[in-house]
Every structure is written in structure tokens, then in C-alpha cells.
């Protein structure tokens, strides 16, 4: 799996409604101990993670997280920009993830910034 598809399939995690199903995406691209980071929640692992997500798909039923960017990687960390759009296709945010990744290509650590990035 290239590390483009490992974060398209981190992304559709954020859309499944099903605690199982979305803890069983988040596992085939996560490593265990690996880290989710952005300005409301810091969590460990694919369960929490998984849990976070179902707080925010209770919040806004039917919402999704879309990838707006190309992936831009180096030395085993790429950046991306993303929207969550609610299920009307609402935007609802922006924003920009930076994502560690292991030497195998699973994810390790996920930074997320909310807003989109302007210059200065």
C-alpha cells in the first residue's frame, strides 16, 4: 500500500458509523501505538482514535473527512489538506494533517491543524 492509499484509508475511517468496522480500518494502517494529535484531543492507539471519531460522527451524523491535496511526503512524513464536509456536502472545516509514518508504511503519528493555512 502506497502511503497516498494508507491515508486515503485513514481518511474514510472517519466516515464509518460502525465502532468495529471503523476500528478494523484505522488497524490495517495504524500502529498500535500510534498517536492522533489536533487542538481538541490527543489520543493513543486505534481505539481511541476510533472512539474519538465516533464522538465526532455522533455530533455530525453523516459527516466525512476528504482529501483536498495531493500527498506531499519526505524522509517518512507527508502532509495533506483536508475538509469535513457534513452530509449535505457542507464544508465544515478545514484543514491540514501531517502524518508520521514507520519504516513499513504504517502510520505512527497524525498532526492535525484545523483552518486553512494561510500565508503570513
Not at 49 to 54: D, K, R, V
Not at 100 to 106: I, P
Request: a negative charge; proline letters at 3%; glycine letters at 10%.
Amino acid at each position: 500500500m502506497t502511503h497516498e492509499e494508507t491515508i486515503d484509508a485513514y481518511c474514510a475511517a472517519w466516515a464509518e458509523e460502525d465502532p468495529d468496522a471503523r476500528e478494523a480500518q484505522l488497524r490495517a494502517v495504524l500502529r498500535d501505538d500510534a498517536r492522533y494529535t489536533d487542538p481538541r484531543t490527543d489520543v493513543a492507539g486505534p481505539a481511541e482514535l476510533s472512539g474519538h471519531i465516533g464522538a465526532v460522527l455522533e455530533a455530525r451524523p453523516g459527516s466525512s473527512i476528504r482529501r483536498d491535496t495531493g500527498v506531499e511526503e519526505h524522509h517518512g512524513l507527508a502532509r495533506f489538506a483536508w475538509s469535513a464536509v457534513a452530509a449535505d456536502g457542507e464544508v465544515l472545516i478545514e484543514g491540514l494533517d501531517v502524518v508520521e509514518f514507520s519504516a513499513d508504511g504504517a502510520i505512527t503519528r497524525i498532526i492535525g491543524f484545523f483552518g486553512r493555512l494561510e500565508s503570513s
